[in-house]
């Protein structure tokens, strides 16, 4: 990580989107991955759109069961044809019958999720709540920066924080103890404003 990062004066929370604000952030980071030359695959946008979409920090599994309800709900615009054919073609009905169960929607296997989640981390789109084992997009994704999340143990609320002194710390880190950051998460946990 490098000391030049972007500092931000005032706290931001991470869940306080709007559909359009989804839409336009799905768009840049379209963008982004475009001029960095990185593959935005279909899955890998909608992991982004539904951590984007939360109103919470989302687990992993908890993605895993909203993509595959996402998968579920998808229209199959095939079974009347089928049906029609298996009337007038039983053999070929049950060849198509086994193709059709390869053709039905997939499970969601855990490895592409997380590979997905790695992915949308190290295109700094989104970032880890290591204590409790969350993901929550990130306020400034095109801006390299280190942060510190103030996370509510009551509802759940979180802001995300990179202002000076979390600059300073890192700073020190690399400059004065010259140690190399490769990746910081600072956590408070507490109870918010609204909460208190």
Do not use: W
């Not at 951590?51 to 687990?59: D, E, F, R, S």
């Not at 998808?74 to 073609?89: F, I, R, W």
């Not at 296997?109 to 700094?124: H, K, N, Q």
Request: charged letters at 20%; one cysteine or more.
């Amino acid at each position: 990580m490098s000391t030049s990062l972007s500092v931000c004066e005032h706290l931001h929370d991470v869940q306080d989107f709007t559909p359009h604000d989804v839409t336009e952030r799905l768009m840049a980071a379209k963008e982004q991955c475009r001029l960095n030359g990185a593959r935005f695959t279909p899955l890998r946008q909608q992991i982004y759109q539904l951590v984007l979409a939360a109103n919470k920090p989302i687990g992993a599994y908890d993605l895993i069961t909203q993509l595959q309800q996402m998968r579920l709900s998808e229209p199959n615009n095939n079974d009347s044809s089928e049906a029609l054919n298996s009337q007038q073609h039983p053999m070929k009905a049950s060849s198509k019958a086994l193709s059709s169960k390869k053709q039905s929607p997939k499970n969601v296997a855990p490895p592409t999720v997380y590979r997905s989640l790695e992915f949308l981390l190290s295109e700094g789109l989104i970032h880890q709540l290591t204590s409790i084992n969350a993901y929550v997009p990130c306020c400034h994704p095109r801006a390299q920066h280190t942060a510190a999340f103030l996370i509510c143990g009551q509802c759940q609320r979180v802001q995300e924080c990179s202002s000076v002194p979390v600059q300073e710390m890192m700073s020190f880190a690399e400059q004065d103890v010259g140690f190399i950051v490769e990746r910081s998460v600072i956590e408070l946990s507490g109870r918010c404003q609204a909460c208190q």
